[in-house]
């Protein structure tokens, strides 16, 4: 994927099978897990088959937002309502936490783990990509994107693929920053809330198709969703689709 992004195609993919699930937010790792947060509030993990080998849940943190995978020896969780990251090993077991109120950081809304086991975060009072530790301490930082945007900027994705760190703000595009949290450009034409990121691509859901865009060479292709995908709740992860049904979660490999 990080050579060439797939084309446009009328049969774009496999059905393998159906999640008897219903789901506010689901991922795959690059180890073809499948990850759901029900509606439950609950996370399971789900092996290449469809067979589900773990859970985890916490009611005390309010809401589970949305789970970074990236790494599957350590999961990032996000609960937004009460601020705090969770982090769990490949059997789904707690293995750290951090209330990001009480290390200082008051209003986050999006936050990432980092390819370095660190965590990234934008800290909406100061305008700033941060990248902290564990204990909360600062590693590296952005300038100030209200000196960037005309807007005060509002960080809902962000991702890191080791050589860059992409923030999506929906309204004004998606920011890029090396790995010291350097400021380097922003494609305003890329605006979307969530996104994935495969290599140099970025991977979104516009409509009924999926949109590859590789900011670094300006190249731009789309795959067709399947037939029962349009009109509902895609994810998308590595080859994986996760479409949202009345049956369930269909997790269909993407055909390129």
């Not at 209003?107 to 990248?131: E, H, M, P």
């Not at 960037?148 to 923030?167: E, T």
Request: aromatic share 10%.
């Amino acid at each position: 994927m990080a050579a060439q992004a797939p084309v446009q195609a009328a049969d774009s993919a496999r059905l393998l099978f159906t999640l008897p699930a219903r789901a506010t937010f689901a991922s795959a790792d690059h180890l073809s897990n499948i990850y759901l947060i029900g509606e439950n509030n609950a996370f399971e993990k789900y092996d290449s088959t469809g067979k589900r080998v773990a859970r985890y849940t916490n009611n005390r943190l309010g809401s589970l937002a949305v789970a970074d995978v990236s790494n599957p020896l350590k999961i990032l969780l996000w609960y937004a309502d009460f601020q705090t990251i969770v982090t769990l090993d490949r059997t789904l077991n707690e293995i750290g936490q951090i209330a990001l109120n009480d290390a200082g950081y008051i209003s986050v809304r999006a936050v990432a783990l980092a390819q370095d086991g660190n965590i990234w975060l934008y800290d909406d009072t100061r305008f700033r990509l941060l990248k902290i530790a564990s204990d909360g301490t600062v590693l590296q930082e952005s300038q100030p994107l209200n000196l960037i945007f005309p807007r005060p900027f509002s960080a809902a994705c962000i991702h890191d693929n080791g050589n860059m760190v992409f923030v999506s703000d929906p309204q004004q595009g998606i920011a890029t920053f090396d790995q010291y949290g350097v400021f380097l450009r922003a494609y305003q034409h890329l605006k979307t809330l969530e996104f994935e990121v495969l290599g140099d691509w970025l991977v979104f859901v516009e409509k009924d198709v999926l949109r590859f865009e590789n900011p670094g060479r300006l190249q731009s292709e789309q795959l067709v969703l399947p037939p029962r995908a349009r009109g509902k709740k895609v994810w998308t992860s590595h080859s994986w689709v996760m479409v949202q049904t009345p049956e369930g979660v269909e997790v269909y490999a993407m055909l390129y």
